[in-house]
């Protein structure tokens, strides 16, 4: 959620950086105005109150010194009233406020470039050429499919479309990978593994700003008034909302594997083959909970550690910064981690990073205090570490033989039991 001070402060600049996204103010004129009326409410409610306490004051002097205060005890009646009824459309105003902002997307880094869609995101980086083949490459779909660790029929009979069930040797890669992410982001870089619940209350989906403008997308459960996760971000990020946290506890460094659940209800007909884009799939996520002078280095820092998996697994990739047009709602500048798809003869994302700098924080109304200072509200990250069936889908396709076979990344080999290559006859 945006400062309403910075608003008002600096409205030009406000409206500038929402444009730069391409899609117009996102309803600030709204907001400029539900925040002048409620500076002039407030000053009629503020001089009304002054007016009550001095009249207050002096009615117990009236009737000491014999005087008649009925006069000033009828005002005083009616002054009560207007100052109930005041407060009242104050309210009001102020949580038409609060909407207007909850509807208003974070502002784009000077360092986000322009663009209309992700056809204009900027490579920044890349990892190995993508994988060359001396042979016709199969997609995932099929290669699962021959291997019978994948079953897309079966999946659609439990649950419908773009559900999968996993079987054996796929099923135990997918808890290999769960594993190996897991235990780099705890060893390696310094995160604290949490097992959080995987369906949050409103409260909650707000604060990460799922809520409202998303919530097509979420899953509901209206008997709780509980939505089942999108993201582990949610339930992660969320685990300090309205809390005021000491300087030396931060950063806070959260990592999580979760299933979560999407409707995909603004993407018909994208993705519908194989595991790309499912309505329930498994991630580890990182988040991230900093000092706001530190957030662009842990920006760094968290991108390096998505990275750190992919090189581990020996998986081609590049690294994009998201043009403005591409930028997520509470985003203030993202990279997108692509690993290469053979069947796609493209790059795929597989991880998002991004600064929110203060714009959860403020909608979840987490803050930190410095030594002897007044409480400020923090800096939040987060990013896939990774989605776990594209990660299967990328080693299938990437590391798929010529008999049909797959071979497991070395990594990887360990957690497997000692299982390095996926065969027919191993199933």
């Not at 897991?182 to 989906?205: S, T, W």
């Not at 776990?388 to 049909?404: I, S």
């Amino acid at each position: 959620m945006l400062d309403i001070k910075k608003v008002r402060e600096d409205y030009e600049g406000v409206k500038e950086r929402l444009e730069f996204r391409g899609k117009g103010d996102f309803g600030l004129e709204e907001v400029k105005e539900l925040d002048i009326r409620r500076r002039a409410v407030l000053a009629e409610v503020e001089k009304m109150r002054n007016r009550q306490k001095t009249v207050s004051r002096e009615i117990p002097k009236m009737k000491k010194a014999g005087e008649d205060a009925t006069e000033i005890l009828a005002e005083m009646k009616e002054l009560s009233a207007e100052i109930k009824d005041k407060d009242g459309e104050l309210s009001q105003i102020e949580a038409d406020l609060r909407d207007a902002l909850l509807g208003i997307p974070n502002l784009p880094a000077e360092e986000v470039p322009f663009g209309n869609d992700d056809t204009e995101n900027v490579e920044v980086r890349k990892f190995m050429e993508p994988t060359a083949f001396d042979f016709e490459p199969k997609a995932h779909w099929d290669i699962g499919t021959d291997l019978d660790i994948l079953d897309f029929e079966r999946g659609g009979k439990l649950a419908g479309s773009r559900f999968t069930v996993y079987k054996d040797l796929g099923a135990r890669l997918e808890r290999a990978l769960v594993n190996f992410m897991l235990d780099m982001h705890v060893n390696k870089h310094g995160y604290r593994e949490i097992n959080p619940p995987f369906m949050v209350n409103r409260d909650a989906m707000i604060g990460t700003s799922q809520l409202p403008k998303f919530e097509e997308d979420m899953f509901y459960i209206p008997q709780k008034d509980f939505f089942l996760i999108p993201t582990a971000e949610v339930p992660l990020t969320n685990l300090r909302a309205d809390e005021i946290i000491p300087e030396d506890e931060l950063p806070l460094y959260y990592t999580a594997y979760t299933p979560c659940f999407r409707a995909e209800a603004g993407s018909a007909g994208r993705d519908t083959r194989g595991i790309i884009r499912q309505h329930q799939f498994n991630k580890v996520e990182m988040v991230k909970v900093v000092k706001p002078e530190t957030s662009w280095d842990e920006l760094e820092k968290l991108t390096d550690n998505a990275e750190d998996v992919l090189k581990e697994l020996g998986l081609p990739y590049h690294v994009v910064r998201l043009c403005s047009g591409d930028l997520g709602f509470g985003s203030s500048m993202t990279y997108d981690i692509e690993v290469w798809m053979p069947s796609y003869n493209r790059y795929v994302e597989i991880s998002s990073c991004s600064n929110m700098t203060d714009f959860q924080a403020r909608r979840m109304n987490m803050r930190m205090r410095r030594t002897g200072e007044k409480p400020e509200f923090v800096h939040t990250l987060n990013g896939s570490g990774l989605a776990l069936g594209r990660t299967v889908a990328a080693v299938l396709e990437n590391y798929q033989q010529a008999d049909g076979s797959v071979v497991i990344p070395e990594v990887l080999r360990s957690y497997m039991g000692g299982v390095e290559k996926i065969e027919k006859k191993d199933i």
